[in-house]
T-cell receptor
Framework: AQRVTQPEKLLSVFKGAPVELKCNYS??????LFWYVQYSRQRLQLLLR??SRESIKGFTADLNKGETSFHLKKPFAQEEDSAMYYC???????????FGAGTRLFVKA | DAGVIQSPRHEVTEMGQEVTLRCKPI?????LFWYRQTMMRGLELLIY????????DSGMPEDRFSAKMPNASFSTLKIQPSEPRDSAVYFC?????????????FGEGSRLTVL
């Protein structure tokens, strides 16, 4: 069965500090992993996909198949990064997408 | 394109009443998803459609919940009768299937409060 686990409901860091939002998944096949973000008063939107291997707004995420993890990282957090972050998984080539419970990131000045 | 459009944005109703949430996906997208967002459980997939056909409704919590997609540009999620524990934000999302990137495009959500 597919499962996405985000162990932290709330993460609070100071501006300029590194941030890591954890995501672990369970899936027997080859997954595609995503991070979505929901800023205040905005729609939930895609932040990045593991296949793209890109950095968006300074965020990166590496798929670690051995540890079944897809943690989201940023070396220097900014106040505008405060938002709700969801890790998501779909089967490679498939379209059913499931989400974790989400982590609320709060970046303090 | 205005993106995925959901209505109503807010709904307050009393226990036992019927609730109907509506969604218009992005034109050309052939997948449509309904999710429920709560503080405790995050985003739960309720059901999704491909080319207007329900593919997986295993996330629908009970028989009180039903969803339809009569055509490519419209879907409804109905709760009858509603209960206080159904209070949540319900999101609709659409995606382009084959040829797409797997990205979901979300509506602004319908916040349901059942008293």
């Amino acid at each position: 069965a597919q499962r996405v686990t985000q162990p932290e409901k709330l993460l609070s860091v100071f501006k300029g500090a590194p941030v890591e939002l954890k995501c672990n998944y369970s899936y027997s096949g080859s997954p595609e992993l995503f991070w979505y973000v929901q800023y205040s008063r905005q729609r939930l939107q895609l932040l990045l996909r593991h296949i793209s291997r890109e950095s968006i707004k300074g965020f990166t995420a590496d798929l670690n198949k051995g540890e079944t993890s897809f943690h989201l990282k940023k070396p220097f957090a900014q106040e505008e990064d405060s938002a709700m972050y969801y890790c998501a998984l779909s089967a490679a080539g498939g379209f059913k997408t499931i989400f974790g419970a989400g982590t609320r990131l709060f970046v303090k000045a | 394109d205005a993106g995925v459009i959901q209505s109503p944005r807010h709904e307050v109703t009393e226990m036992g009443q019927e609730v109907t949430l509506r969604c218009k996906p992005i034109s050309g997208h052939d997948y449509l998803f309904w999710y429920r967002q709560t503080m405790m459980r995050g985003l739960e997939l309720l059901i999704y459609f491909n080319n207007n056909v329900p593919i997986d409704d295993s996330g629908m919590p009970e028989d009180r919940f039903s969803a339809k997609m009569p055509n490519a540009s419209f879907s409804t999620l109905k709760i009858q009768p509603s209960e206080p524990r159904d209070s949540a934000v319900y999101f609709c999302a659409s995606s382009l299937g084959t040829g797409g990137t797997g990205e979901l495009f979300f509506g602004e959500g319908s916040r349901l409060t059942v008293l």
